[in-house]
């Protein structure tokens, strides 16, 4: 085993164990980044958290407890998201096989976040996957395709339910 194999399994476990909750973000944050994940100043990550895969996050992100991270894919999340609890990012696959094992040749994914989105609780991302900046996932919504920018959507899977576009320019404006 490497010794990085080694350092993160240690660091996932001060961070999970030892400063799980709503404290020591500042801790967190320097642990993980140190063990070699990139996450941006001012974010806050509950914990704890499974990660198998690549993980980066923007600045001033909120990351709730129990993100999970499948496969050996990237995840990348983009500043000023708000990630609630019970989130996950699956970021393998397989295609299909024959008949004897459907389950055929693993694939990798890559998953982007764009800035200002929020993932409601339990909310589950397949594949490569991108969802624009200013987007919002409704709780326990199973998104599988790529999501424009300023768009609400919910459901399994997950569909578009409305514009925030319009919305947006109504707050700057006023």
């Not at 476990?13 to 909750?21: K, Q, Y």
Request: include cysteine; glycine fraction near 14%; hydrophobic fraction near 35%.
């Amino acid at each position: 085993m490497k010794l990085s194999t080694i350092k993160r399994m240690i660091t996932l476990s001060l961070v999970n164990h030892v400063f799980a909750g709503t404290r020591f973000f500042d801790i967190k944050r320097t642990l993980l980044n140190q063990a070699g994940y990139q996450i941006g100043e001012g974010t806050k990550i509950v914990a704890p958290i499974t990660n198998t895969g690549t993980l980066c996050i923007g600045k001033d992100c909120w990351i709730g407890r129990d993100l999970t991270i499948h496969g050996n894919g990237t995840v990348t999340i983009g500043d000023c998201c708000d990630i609630a609890p019970g989130v996950t990012f699956l970021t393998g696959g397989h295609q299909i096989g024959t008949h004897v094992r459907r389950a055929g040749v693993g694939e990798t994914y890559s998953i982007h976040v764009g800035n200002g989105t929020w993932i409601g609780a339990r909310s589950t991302i397949l594949g490569n996957i991108t969802l624009g900046d200013g987007c919002v996932v409704a709780s326990m919504a199973c998104v599988n395709r790529n999501i424009p920018a300023d768009t609400v959507v919910g459901g399994v899977p997950a569909k578009p339910i409305r514009s925030l576009e319009n919305e947006s320019k109504i707050i700057l404006e006023g």
